[in-house]
């Protein structure tokens, strides 16, 4: 059989397995390369080349350089700065969508997304709006940001490899920016006039974006303090009293007599150091006064050697480092105290310590990351060198040519080795099924260039867009782009496209960056 019609049939089908979504995107690439390997279309020895393709290596380290500026905290503080308070929402909306697409187009737009979501959500909360107001533009702004720099999402790094290979040079880092901040500051000023306008009022969202409820204990003041004051200081500082007992007995109920050591349940979306201070009460749980401190959510999987445990086991397997300090909706109908808590799988745990620390443990314990929260202040020195090892970065790829995968690499080695990004944190950052999914669609993208499949299809194309002008062309391929990259993952879209893009432009006579612009925008659109 025709190895072309081979290669086609399997992309074909990959193209089916991508749009059915009954197999994960990254496993659907696997078989398509390993049916490549069966049928003799694709080499055996270069069908595992894809892992070392230099847009692979240059995606997972751009991923890790990322994660450290993210958990530097400079961006979110910088955020926060600048979004004018008493200014209206729209013009908020489009100051928090104008950071986000800056923050995606030099790092992956979920960094940005999580940086800027927390901003957004109490923006749109504070306007008595609907979260969904700000998030969904905001999402749109994160993705079309990363059309802006050759970093700024995985299809450029890819569409800037083909061009290496077809054209003999990469893309530069800034030459898609003139066309896709173009767009990208369409999108932003559409989005904040209208876009935000038609998106549906839902009831109670504001309620459920706001900072989730959390169960904890608050120390009561030696002076004798009847219920119902402590009741009123309480609502008066956002919390509710569950109930009251004293450590000294350990009797729980809600109206005891007045005795010293006595401690309050309340439930609050405050944190408990942040309750303190409005409230007047002592926080139970201690502030960890690192720099680097942070409090996640997590939530506990089935299977974890932390089921059956008091919580107060977390800090005696951490030496202390890491604590229990508010505990999920369990608590709140349980009503007793935490240290007579026992963890069952689904529980939620705050847990707080340093990040790094955190993000070990958390592996080991088999406890889902939900969110994170009460982020410690921006350690300048830290924040200096992970931007200064970013910038240099940037630079080495503009300044001196070298290839991306090179200096992200590079800066990613750098952060690990001066432990400026925690080990735990470096393959936590990495999207290992995006990792896969380039690296198996390569070869097949290359079995459906090399076995002359990729010349067909352009052939075929060239002839009908023959007679018409380079408008025209340019739609049908982005056009096209566009379909493919609403049911397939962009980056599969930008293997498929970016060589044939080249062979039509080639066939018509026209520039072939022209086409791959076309490309680019129709991925990240």
């Known amino acids: 059989m025709d190895p072309a019609l081979i290669s086609a049939g399997i992309l074909i089908l990959a193209l089916v397995l991508f749009v059915s979504d009954r197999i994960r995107h990254d496993l659907v690439a696997v078989i398509a390369l390993f049916a490549g390997l069966v049928f003799g279309v694709i080499d055996p020895e270069t069908a595992l080349k894809g892992f070392a393709d230099p847009a692979v290596i240059a ?55 999580v940086i800027t979501m927390p901003i957004a959500s109490q923006m749109a909360i504070d306007a008595k709006r609907s979260p969904t107001h700000a998030l969904m533009p905001l999402a749109f702004a994160t993705i079309l940001g990363g059309m802006t720099t050759l970093i700024g999402t995985p299809p450029n790094l890819i569409l800037s490899s083909i061009r290496e290979a077809h054209l003999g040079e990469p893309m530069g880092f800034f030459q898609m920016t003139p066309l896709g901040a173009t767009v990208a500051a369409a999108g932003l000023v559409y989005m904040s006039l209208i876009g935000w306008r038609l998106l549906p009022e839902r009831r109670g ?71 303190a201070e409005e409230s007047g009460l002592e926080a139970a749980a201690e502030r960890d006064p690192s720099p680097d401190a942070i409090t996640i959510r997590a939530a506990v999987a089935h299977g974890s050697n932390l089921i059956g445990h008091r919580y107060d086991a977390v800090a005696a397997r951490t030496d202390n480092r890491i604590r229990v300090v508010s505990s999920g909706p369990r608590a709140a109908q349980t009503r007793q105290p935490l240290s007579m808590m ?71 080695a750098i952060l690990a080795a001066t432990r400026l990004l925690a080990p735990s944190e470096v393959y936590r950052a990495i ?42 062309a340019l739609t049908v391929l982005g056009g096209t782009t ?44």
């Open 59 to 113: 995606v997972a380290a751009v991923l890790v350089v990322g994660r450290a500026v993210e958990l530097s905290g400079v961006a979110s503080a910088v955020t926060r700065t600048i979004i004018p308070h008493g200014a209206p929402f729209q013009v908020r909306l489009i100051i928090i969508m104008l950071v986000g697409a800056v923050l995606s187009a030099f790092m992956n737009n979920i960094a940005a997304l």
């Open 205 to 275: 969202a504001r309620r459920a974006f706001l900072n989730p409820w959390r169960v904890y204990e608050m120390v009561l003041p030696d002076e004798p303090m009847s219920d119902a004051d402590l009741r009123l200081a309480l609502r008066k500082a956002g919390a509710r009293l569950l109930r009251r007992y004293s450590s000294d007995s350990g009797v729980w109920g809600p109206y005891l007599p007045m005795r010293r050591h006595e401690r309050a349940l309340v439930i609050s979306r405050k944190n408990p150091w942040t309750l």
């Open 342 to 412: 026992r963890i069952e799988a689904g529980d939620q745990l705050f847990l707080h310590g340093a990040a790094n620390e955190i993000g070990s443990f958390i592996t080991t314990a088999r406890l889902l990351e939900i969110g994170r929260h009460d982020a410690g202040q921006v350690e300048p020195a830290r924040a200096a060198a992970i931007l200064m090892i970013f910038g240099g970065a940037i630079l080495a790829t503009v300044a001196f040519g070298i290839s991306p995968a090179i200096t992200f690499f590079g800066a990613a």
């Open 431 to 472: 999207d290992w099924p995006v990792i896969l999914l380039l690296a198996a669609m390569i070869p097949v993208g290359q079995s459906f260039e090399e076995t002359g499949a990729a010349a067909y299809v352009s052939n075929f194309l060239g002839e009908q867009l023959q007679d018409q002008t380079l408008f025209v």
């Open 482 to 525: 566009l379909l493919l990259s609403t049911v397939l993952n962009n980056v599969a879209t930008a293997i498929i496209m970016g060589p044939l893009a080249i062979q039509v432009a080639e066939i018509l006579d026209f520039s072939p960056d022209a086409a791959l612009l076309m490309i680019l925008v129709g991925a990240s659109s």
